[in-house]
């Protein structure tokens, strides 16, 4: 009786290999994604801060001075001018998050080839676990993310979501222990 010819070993090893390498590729995305979007939501963070500084600093000096010159109406209109110049300053300050977004995908894609040696290292992995554990009913952050579901992440940690906040700061604490290249 005639069999099916078994596969060899050399068939077998080569279709191993090239699913490892598949889950490698895969896992590599997952993690420069979650480097690349926890670092974009926490420069959010700090632009949005640095916005409300502004606004909360910049707004009683600049009254203050036009008062001193100019009287109370010169202090009214000074006021008035910066409250209706602070949305401006956010989308402007959005307009370069988003900008920075894209920047940061292109340059880990173009220097994908340069860092797989150093994605190889599995502290680089914990990231992409660690964003499994959690659900907020938007794409992971171990993806390549839209403007959008960036500022519902950045939402999210502004409104001071415990779950959120808990994550993000497992991230930031990951980030700041992964491994330096040489």
Do not use: C, H
């Not at 993690?31 to 949005?48: D, H, P, Q, W």
């Not at 797989?116 to 992995?125: H, I, K, R, T, Y």
């Amino acid at each position: 009786m005639v069999g099916k010819k078994a596969s060899g070993p050399r068939k077998q090893s080569s279709k191993n290999r090239n699913a490892v390498l598949r889950s490698e590729a895969g896992l590599e995305d997952k993690i420069i994604y979650s480097m690349a979007n926890t670092s974009v939501i926490l420069m959010s963070l700090m632009m949005g801060a640095f916005t409300q500084v502004i606004g909360s600093t910049m707004g009683p000096m600049a009254s203050g001075m036009a008062e001193a010159f100019g009287g109370k109406e010169a202090s009214d209109k000074v006021d008035k001018e910066i409250k209706n110049g602070l949305p401006e300053i956010d989308a402007k300050m959005k307009a370069v998050i988003l900008d920075l977004k894209k920047e940061i995908y292109a340059q880990m894609n173009q220097k994908r080839q340069d860092l797989e040696q150093v994605l190889s290292d599995p502290a680089f992995g914990v990231g992409p676990k660690i964003i499994e554990k959690y659900d907020f009913n938007l794409p992971k952050l171990t993806q390549e993310l839209d403007d959008i579901t960036i500022a519902q992440y950045s939402q999210l940690l502004i409104s001071e979501d415990e779950r959120f906040a808990k994550m993000f700061k497992e991230l930031t604490e990951w980030i700041s222990s992964l491994p330096k290249p040489s």
